[in-house]
């Protein structure tokens, strides 16, 4: 299909590794967004990017977590040194708009599920 | 600062009644509202969506919504619930100033019985 992808589905790492997560955006897409959902929580947002400028990272929880777009189209959610706390399902999203909030509909992956054990 | 507030973190209804699952929104600015819906192992779909046109919006799958700025509330209604509405529930909100993300309600578990 022509939808969100997103691997790996399920990650376990060991506390203290480093895990990277990728997102295949619907293809001409401009905006794309990272969230991360907690059990039993709504997504909260981590960071935005229209094309491939990284216009707000505002969620980021820490500076071990990265984010990336280079050429505008794929990206990658790097998270460093991982905790426990950081097991949670990583969801990309993308837009063909952009203007963030003003985006409208977004078109999410299913998500990557990672666990820190 | 923009939030969201889903009052019933679960809502049980048989087959075939009706279905209302509650959203309260703060917003600084003219809102946009959201219902996107999540079934298991599933990504998320958009059901609705209120952009200050009509406040009465429809959506798929028979759901509407009503925008009510003198309550802050955006609830969700469909006359007749099916087993396949059992699922995930979220209410968002953005407050359309660019570069400003979707932020999500807490969820709403739906749960329909036959």
């Known amino acids: 299909g022509a939808g969100v992808s997103q691997s790996p589905r399920y990650k376990v790492a060991k506390r203290g590794q480093d895990v990277a997560l990728r997102c295949d955006p619907i293809s001409g897409h401009v905006s794309l967004f990272w969230y991360q959902q907690a059990l039993g929580q709504g997504p909260e947002f981590l960071t935005y990017f229209q094309n491939e400028a990284q216009l707000d990272k505002s969620g980021l929880p820490s500076d071990r977590f990265f984010a990336e777009r280079p050429e505008g189209s794929v990206s990658t959610l790097k998270i460093q040194r991982t905790q426990q706390e950081d097991s949670a399902v990583y969801l990309c999203a993308s837009s063909p708009l952009a203007g963030g909030g003003n985006t409208g509909e977004l078109f999410f992956g299913e998500g990557s599920r990672l666990t820190v054990l | ?114």
């Open chain 2, 1 to 114: 600062a923009q939030s969201v507030t889903q009052l019933d973190s679960h809502v049980s209804v048989s087959e075939g009644t009706p279905v209302l699952l509650r959203c309260n929104y703060s917003s600084s600015y003219s809102p946009s509202l959201f219902w996107y819906v999540q079934h298991p192992n599933k990504g998320l779909q958009l059901l609705l969506k209120y952009t200050s046109a009509a406040t009465l919006v429809k959506g798929i799958n028979g759901f509407e919504a009503e925008f009510k700025k003198s309550e802050t509330s955006f609830h969700l209604t469909k006359p007749s619930a099916h087993m396949s509405d059992a699922a995930e529930y979220f209410c968002v909100v953005s407050d359309n100033q660019a570069g400003t993300a979707l932020i999500f309600g807490k969820g709403t578990t739906l749960s329909v019985s036959s």
